[in-house]
C-alpha cells in the first residue's frame, strides 16, 4: 500500500481528485503559510520570500512563478481604472441592484485564480507532495501549502522542523 | 520548545482519515450543515445566510420606520396639495428617493462589511512559533505587534487575541459583533451593521440620500405651509388643516442637522481616504511627530480618493456564509481546537460566553475560577483579567455579551448621528461618532478599561499591559 501511494503520487498527479482521496493515506507533515505582502499598501500581494520548508521539495523558480502569477491576477482584480469606475457608477445608478444579475469583475478573476490554481496543483504541486489552498479560503490571508509526507517513508523523510506537523507515531 | 498555549492542536486531527473512518454511520444521519450556522462572531444571519446583521441591531426598526413614516406622511398629506399647486414632479422626485434612500439603507445593513474569517488552528500555530517567547504559561506576553513598511511609512499591525492573526492594516476588531473587519470604519447602531470596506459605499450613499431627501421633505412642507397659510387665513389654520406636516417638520428639523453635518464629515473622509476609526484616533493626524504623519493610503489627489473609496472595485465576502461545512469538520474534534465551536450550540449569549470561558480555560490551564470570569459586565473583573493576563479580547465578549443589552441602551440613548438634540457642530459630532466606536463604547463601564483602551486607542487586545 505504501508503494501504491507513493507511486500514484509520483506518477499519477493529473488526477487531482486522486491527491484528495490519498490523503488519507498520505499523511500531512507540515503546513507553510505565505503572508501577505502590505509594502504597496492593502491590495492583495504575496510575499515572494521562499520558504526554507520548501527548499528541498519544489524548485525556487516554480515557486516563485506561481505567486508572482497569483499576485498579477490579485492586481488585476483590485486595479482601478476605467472599467472599475464604470461598474460602481452604473451600480450606484440602479441602487446596487445590478449586482443580483451581474458578476464583478473581482468574481470573474476569482474564478480565473481557482482555475490557476487547481492547474497548479495537477502539474506541478501534487508530483512534488505539496498542495496549494485558495487564499480566498484563508481570508485572503495566506498561501497555505500543505506538504504530504508518504506514510510509509516518514520516519526518514519527516525532516520538517515544525512541532504541529509531526505524524510519527 | 514547550508551547502549552497550542499543544492542543494537532493536524493529524484536520485530516479526514481517523474521523472519517469512525463515524460513516453519523454523516448520513445529519443533514450538511452551512457554515454561517457555526460562525463564531455575534453575527444573525437570515435568507439562509444570504444576509448578515450585526446581533444587536435593535435601531434598524427605529430608523426604517422613521424613514417610512415620514415619508409616508408625505406622500398622502403633502403631495396632494402640491401637486394641485405646483407639479407632479414632485412626489416623483420624491418617490424616487425614497426608494434609493432604503435600497441603500437595506444594502448597508445586510451586507458583510468585510469580516474577515479567523485564523486556522495551524495559521494560529504558524503565527505562534513565528513569534515565539519564552514559552511561559504563567502569564500572557507582552501586546504583539509588528511593524511593516506600507508606501516607506512605518505602520504597525495588532495581534488580534480573538482572531488569533495579525491584523491586516486598516482592519480592526469591532468588539460589539465579535470580529475583525476590514477597513473598519465604525460600527453604526442605527444601520444595525458594522460599517467596512464592503458596504462603505452603501453606507455613504445612504446618508448622502438621506440628506437629499429630509432636505426635500422639510422644503416641500415649508412650501406647502406657506401657500396654504397664503390661501386661507394665516399659518395656525394651516397647521390646522394639515397636521402631519407639522409632524414631518419637527422630524425633519431634528434629523437635519445630523445628517447634513454626518454627510459633510463623511464626505471629507472619502475625500481624504481615511475612515472614521483612524481619524478619531489620529493615526495619521501628526500627532506623533512630522516624520511619521500622514496618510500611506492617500493618492494625495481628492478625486481618485473618492473614486478608489466609491467607486472601487468591490471585493468578494470572506466568510462564505453559504458553504457547507464538511463533516468531519461539524463533529468537534478530539483535540478541540479553539476555533471549532461545537456547532449544534445554539448561538445564544450565555453560550458564547461559556465558550469563550472554555477557550480561557484551554489557554491558561487554569481551574474553575475562570468561570468567574463569565459574568454580567462587573467592572470589578477588570482587575482580575489585567492579573491573570487572560486574552484581554476573550474578555471583552464576556463584557459585551453580558451587558449587551445595557450597551444597546446607551448606543440609542447617546447621540449618534441622526437625533443628537446638541451635535452640530463637527467636535460634537466626533464625539457622537467616538461613542460609536465599541473600543470606547466598552471602555465606559470600567475605568481600567477605558484607560488603556483610550491610551491604546484599538480596544481591548493591547490594554492589558501587564505589570508595569
Redesign the interface.
Given at each position: 500500500m505504501d508503494i501504491r501511494c507513493f507511486t500514484v503520487l509520483i506518477f499519477c498527479p493529473t488526477q487531482f481528485h486522486n491527491l484528495q482521496e490519498l490523503?488519507?493515506?498520505a499523511?500531512?507533515a507540515?503546513?507553510v503559510?505565505i503572508q501577505?505582502d502590505?509594502?504597496?499598501?492593502?491590495t492583495c500581494r504575496f510575499q515572494t520570500k521562499f520558504p526554507s520548508e520548501l527548499e528541498s521539495r519544489i524548485e525556487l523558480t516554480l515557486f516563485e512563478e506561481t505567486v508572482k502569477t497569483l499576485n498579477n491576477f490579485y492586481a488585476e482584480?483590485?486595479?482601478?481604472g476605467g472599467q472599475?469606475?464604470l461598474?460602481?457608477?452604473l451600480?450606484?445608478a440602479t441602487?446596487?441592484?445590478i449586482?443580483l444579475c451581474m458578476e464583478?469583475?473581482?468574481?470573474k478573476v476569482?474564478k480565473k485564480i481557482a482555475k490557476y490554481i487547481q492547474e497548479q496543483n495537477e502539474k506541478i504541486y501534487a508530483p512534488r507532495g505539496l498542495l496549494i489552498t485558495d487564499p480566498?479560503?484563508?481570508?485572503?490571508?495566506?498561501i497555505?501549502i500543505s506538504i504530504y509526507e508518504d506514510r510509509g517513508s516518514s520516519g526518514s523523510s519527516s525532516g520538517s522542523s515544525?512541532?504541529?506537523?509531526s505524524?510519527a507515531r | 520548545m514547550k508551547n502549552c498555549e497550542y499543544q492542543q492542536i494537532d493536524p493529524r486531527a484536520l485530516s479526514a482519515s481517523p474521523l472519517s473512518a469512525q463515524n460513516p454511520a453519523e454523516k448520513k444521519v445529519q443533514r450538511p450543515r452551512r457554515k454561517w450556522e457555526a460562525f463564531p462572531g455575534k453575527n444573525r444571519f437570515f435568507c439562509d445566510g444570504r444576509l448578515i446583521l450585526a446581533r444587536q441591531n435593535g435601531v434598524l426598526p427605529l430608523t426604517l420606520g422613521l424613514i417610512v413614516v415620514t415619508s409616508g406622511l408625505f406622500f398622502a398629506f403633502d403631495c396632494p396639495f402640491l401637486v394641485q399647486h405646483l407639479t407632479v414632479c414632485i412626489p416623483m422626485i420624491g418617490g424616487v428617493l425614497f426608494l434609493f434612500v432604503v435600497a441603500s439603507l437595506l444594502r448597508t445593513s445586510f451586507t458583510d462589511p468585510g469580516i474577515l474569517p479567523r485564523a486556522t488552528a495551524d495559521e494560529a500555530a504558524d503565527i505562534e512559533r513565528q513569534i515565539d517567547t519564552s514559552g511561559s504559561s504563567t502569564y500572557r506576553p507582552p501586546p504583539r505587534t509588528k511593524e511593516i513598511l506600507i508606501n516607506q511609512q512605518v505602520v504597525k499591525l495588532k495581534y488580534c487575541f480573538t482572531c488569533k492573526m495579525f491584523r491586516p492594516p486598516r482592519t480592526s476588531h469591532c468588539s460589539l459583533c465579535d470580529n475583525c473587519v476590514e477597513r473598519f470604519d465604525h460600527h453604526c447602531p442605527w444601520v444595525g451593521n458594522c460599517v467596512g470596506k464592503r458596504n462603505y459605499r452603501y453606507f455613504y450613499s445612504f446618508i448622502i440620500s438621506l440628506s437629499f431627501l429630509t432636505s426635500f421633505i422639510f422644503g416641500c412642507v415649508i412650501t406647502h405651509i406657506t401657500l396654504r397659510s397664503q390661501a386661507g387665513k394665516g399659518i395656525v389654520q394651516a397647521i390646522q388643516e394639515s397636521p402631519a406636516s407639522v409632524v414631518e417638520l419637527v422630524i425633519c428639523f431634528f434629523s437635519i442637522w445630523s445628517i447634513l453635518g454626518l454627510s459633510g464629515f463623511h464626505t471629507y473622509l472619502v475625500a481624504s481616504n481615511l475612515t472614521t476609526n483612524e481619524d478619531i484616533k489620529g493615526s495619521w493626524s501628526g500627532k506623533r511627530g512630522a516624520e511619521e504623519s500622514g496618510n500611506p493610503y492617500t493618492y494625495s489627489n481628492i478625486i481618485t480618493n473618492c473614486c478608489v473609496t466609491l467607486c472601487g472595485p468591490m471585493p468578494p465576502s470572506l466568510i462564505d456564509r453559504r458553504g457547507f461545512l464538511p463533516p468531519d469538520e461539524a463533529i468537534p474534534a478530539a483535540a478541540a481546537s479553539e476555533m471549532e465551536l461545537p456547532p449544534f450550540t445554539p448561538k445564544s449569549d450565555a453560550n458564547m460566553c461559556t465558550q469563550s470561558t472554555k477557550d480561557v480555560l484551554e489557554r491558561m490551564l487554569h481551574s474553575s475560577d475562570f468561570h468567574g470570569l463569565c459574568p454580567s459586565g462587573n467592572p470589578k473583573t477588570s482587575p482580575l483579567v489585567q492579573e491573570v493576563s487572560s486574552a484581554p479580547a476573550t474578555a471583552e465578549p464576556y463584557l459585551s455579551s453580558g451587558c449587551s443589552r445595557q450597551l444597546a441602551r446607551q448606543a440609542v440613548v447617546d447621540p449618534c448621528p441622526l437625533l443628537s438634540p446638541v451635535a452640530f457642530s463637527k467636535s460634537n459630532r466626533r464625539d457622537s461618532l467616538h461613542s460609536i466606536n465599541p473600543a470606547f463604547r466598552l471602555a465606559s463601564p470600567s475605568p481600567t478599561l477605558s484607560r488603556s483602551a483610550l491610551v491604546l486607542g484599538d480596544g481591548p487586545d493591547i490594554g492589558f499591559i501587564p505589570q508595569h
Open positions: 490523503r488519507h493515506s499523511s500531512l507540515n503546513k503559510f501577505r502590505y509594502s504597496e499598501g492593502t482584480a483590485e486595479k482601478i472599475s469606475y461598474e460602481g457608477c451600480a450606484c441602487a446596487y441592484l449586482f464583478t469583475r473581482y468574481e476569482l480566498i479560503e484563508r481570508g485572503m490571508r495566506v497555505e515544525s512541532v504541529s506537523g505524524t | -
